[in-house]
Structure formats: structure tokens, C-alpha cells
């Protein structure tokens, strides 16, 4: 017997269950809290994307690939790209850079684990995406190799032929193993030559990724200290829990041993920059300490409140315990180099390990797939607001002229990061500022400081 044919009937045939996947996945996002607290925000549209996709969203490939575009357009929006803040402040397309605009900056394209190729590559970039020149000073044997192998040679001479890079030919530079007093006898090295352009007004700013103590040294011999100022201080931006913010640490490295005028005259010349330079009406100090009381901390520590209370040229909030640094509480944090090159060296390595550590707590299988395909890009661009090289150098405040620092491993991107931090100091006019402060030498801590009963 033939098949009864089905009877006919004015409805339309009945439509598979859409959406059946999408709802185990937020079923299984529920159920891990790490991974809520993520996504939350994109949960709803992920679901209205599974249901407008209907029969078609079979798969959990499909899903997943949907899924992630949804989450991506969601999420993208919140979280920060730090390169992109500093280049073009919200995004978008970097305006026209006018000749007229572009300051002249002084590179030692020596220092570094990397120098010279990874170096001037960096400066390559600067020059198209900000309003800068480089005077990049290298010796002419190690940077013609660094050329041919790095395949830089087509963009240099473009470069050279628009007036935006000059190469300046040095002497035998200063290795990341010598001492700082090295460079006395080197006059010709890279540092010194960079310094020196400088001092002669050839340039607003020098960038440098080499040895941090010759590098320290040169700036006092080249450039000397402004008056007032004992010891210079290496300035770090760290990043906050509000992206919109940073907090400038200092010191974190230049001074292992510090005095308590020492910790007075980094108060003064962070306060500075951060009013000047990253536009802090009333930036908050803080003293980095063991508690919030003032009776708290080690003699160096109770001292320093005392002078730091007692200023009324900025405003001082009291002690920063470690938890509260990146707080955004706290807009610039002083302490002694050794304390402050540790928290520096630690926070190098947090994104790497909150990454690995997310990574691990993902479920194995085609589910912990899925939810990466979800996580994996913006853990990533949180990890880049937690990198060193998203923020590119710290700053030598205390002498007589503008000197960013970067790290030693740095590359193209750190490179970039920094000019970009030079730029900004030498633009916005605080060296005539800190010449203006005309500072006092430091009063002295008098008295016995309050301890806890």
C-alpha cells in the first residue's frame, strides 16, 4: 500500500527549536563565575543573535563563530587599547600630522638588548604616527647590518628624503653589562651624543633603551640636575583599574637608598608632571607604606610623612598601601628605588600570568573551545593595558632636560610607546615649569615621628 499522503492544512510546517545551543552555552557561563563577570554584558546579545539565526545555527561551530562577533562588538567598547589612547586618544583615524607641528627628538639607537634594528624601526613608525622627527645616533656598521637584515632600507630613505629622520654617526657605545661611569670615558658613545643634541637645543627630548644607569649618569654630566633637586628619579606610568587613568611611581629604580628630602623633592617633580603633562587638576599623593596610619612603616617611611604632610604645594593623602597603587586613588605614588624597581618588576609580569591562569581555568574540550572563542581576544587586550611595552618608558625626572628610559628588551612597539611619552612631556612645556617651581632645598625631618602603641 502506497504512503498516506499527509493532509493538507492552511499551516505552515512546523520550524526546528532555534536557539537550543545558544542557551547551553549560557547555561554553561552561569555556572562560572570567571567567565560571567566577562561576558555578562554580552549575553543578551549573544541570545538574540541565536534566535534571529534560527534553523540556520546548527552547529556549535556556527555558534561559536557568530558568537564571538557578537561578543566582540559588545565588549570591544570596554576595554581600552593603550596604544590607541596614546596615538589618537579615542580611536578612530589619526589625524594629519603638519611638518610645522613635529618637534625634533634625539634617539640612542645603542642602547638595548635588541640595538640598533628593532630601535629604528620603532622610529620609522613614530615618524608616520606622530608629530615628531628623530635624530637617531648609532654606529654606522652595526645599523647598516641591521638595515640590509631587517629590510628597513626602503623605508629609511623615505624617511631620510621627507626630512623626519637624520642618522648621526657615534663613537663605541655603552654595553647593558659596564658600569654607569663608563660613559666619561666613552665621550663619543651614543648616550652622550644624544645628550648632547639635547643640551644644545637640537632636540626637546632623548630616548634611550640602554644600560638605566649609564644612561642616568650621562643625563647628570650632560645635562646636569635642576636646581634644588639631590638626587634625580625615574618615573613609571602604571596602569589603574580605571582605564581612563594612570598613576605615576617614582622612584623606581635610580636611587636603591633614599633620604626623606629625597622622597620630597620625587613628590614635587611627580606633582608637576602630572598636573602638566597628563592634565591632573589636584593630582593625590601618596607615600607607599606598610598601612594607611602615620605611625606606620620603617624610619625612612615615618619620616617622609612628616615632610610630605607638612608641604602645601601639593596635596598629599597619606599612605598607599601596596593594594591601592593601581586603585586610581592615587595619582602619583612616591618611594625608595629599591621598593619601587619591585613593584615594577612584578607588574611586568601580572598579564602574562593572569592570561596563562585564565587560559588554564577554561573546561577542556569542544566547551572550554567555545568559551575561549568568546574570552580569548579581549583577555588579550587586557593583558596589553598590564604590558610594559604598551606604556614604552618611564621618565628620569630631575634634570635639566626631557629623558625617557625604556626597558632593556624593548622593541618596535615599546620604541613607538616611549616617543610617544616624550613627546608629550616635551610638548606640554614642563621643563619651564619645573625651572619656574624654583625649589628650595628640601627641608630637613626634625623630630621623632609618631610610632603605633
Request: charged content about 20%.
Amino acid at each position: 500500500m502506497p504512503p498516506k499522503e499527509p493532509e493538507a492544512s492552511g499551516r505552515s510546517p512546523r520550524r526546528a527549536k532555534p536557539g537550543r545551543s545558544i542557551r547551553r552555552l549560557v547555561i554553561w557561563y552561569r555556572r562560572n563565575a570567571a567567565v560571567t563577570s566577562l561576558v555578562g554584558t554580552a549575553t543578551s546579545a549573544v541570545s538574540s543573535a541565536g534566535s534571529m539565526a534560527g534553523a540556520a545555527v546548527s552547529g556549535a561551530g556556527s555558534v561559536a563563530g557568530a558568537a564571538t562577533s557578537v561578543a566582540g562588538s559588545v565588549l570591544q567598547p570596554l576595554v581600552l587599547d593603550p596604544l590607541r589612547r596614546l596615538q589618537a586618544g579615542h580611536g578612530g583615524e589619526v589625524p594629519a600630522i603638519q611638518d610645522s607641528e613635529r618637534l625634533w627628538l634625539a634617539v640612542d639607537g645603542m642602547g638595548g638588548d635588541h640595538a640598533p634594528g628593532p630601535i629604528l624601526e620603532g622610529c620609522l613608525n613614530a615618524v608616520e604616527l606622530l608629530p615628531l622627527k628623530v635624530r637617531f645616533v648609532a654606529e654606522a656598521e652595526p645599523l647598516a647590518r641591521a638595515v640590509a637584515q631587517m629590510g628597513l632600507q626602503e623605508q629609511l630613505d623615505a624617511a631620510i628624503a621627507k626630512g623626519r629622520l637624520e642618522l648621526v654617526p657615534s663613537g663605541p657605545s655603552v654595553g647593558m653589562d659596564e658600569e654607569a661611569t663608563v660613559v666619561r670615558r666613552k665621550r663619543d658613545a651614543s648616550i652622550n651624543l644624544a645628550m648632547d643634541l639635547v643640551k644644545r637645543g637640537e632636540a626637546t627630548a632623548v630616548y634611550s633603551a640602554g644600560n638605566s644607569g649609564a644612561v642616568m649618569a650621562s643625563a647628570i654630566f650632560r645635562l646636569g640636575r635642576l636646581p634644588g633637586i639631590d638626587r634625580p628619579a625615574i618615573g613609571a606610568l602604571f596602569p589603574t583599574k580605571d582605564q581612563t587613568k594612570q598613576v605615576l611611581v617614582l622612584d623606581v629604580g635610580a636611587n636603591m637608598d633614599c633620604k626623606p628630602e629625597w622622597l620630597l623633592q620625587f613628590a614635587l617633580l611627580g606633582n608637576i608632571y602630572c598636573r602638566d603633562v597628563l592634565q591632573v587638576a589636584k593630582p593625590r599623593l601618596g607615600l607607599v607604606n606598610i598601612g594607611e596610619e602615620e605611625c606606620k612603616g620603617n624610619d625612612l617611611c615615618l619620616r617622609s610623612h612628616q615632610l610630605l604632610a607638612a608641604e602645601q604645594r601639593f596635596q598629599f593623602a597619606g599612605n598607599c598601601e601596596g593594594r591601592d597603587i593601581l586603585s586610581s586613588n592615587f595619582d602619583v605614588v612616591v618611594c625608595d628605588g629599591f621598593t619601587g624597581n619591585v613593584l615594577l618588576k612584578f607588574l611586568e609580569s601580572v598579564g602574562s600570568v593572569l592570561l596563562d591562569v585564565i587560559k588554564e581555568e577554561l573546561p577542556r574540550g569542544r566547551r572550554g573551545k567555545v568559551g575561549s572563542a568568546f574570552l580569548i581576544g579581549n583577555l588579550r587586550r587586557i593583558k596589553k593595558r598590564l604590558d610594559h611595552a604598551e606604556h614604552g618608558g618611564a621618565l628620569l625626572l630631575g634634570v635639566d632636560g626631557v629623558c625617557v628610559i625604556g626597558h632593556g628588551s624593548s622593541k618596535a612597539l615599546s620604541v613607538l610607546s616611549a616617543l610617544r611619552l616624550a613627546h608629550s612631556a616635551a610638548s606640554h612645556g614642563v621643563m619651564e615649569n619645573l625651572h619656574a617651581l624654583s625649589l628650595d632645598r628640601a627641608p630637613k625631618a626634625t623630630g621623632t615621628p609618631a610610632t603605633c602603641g
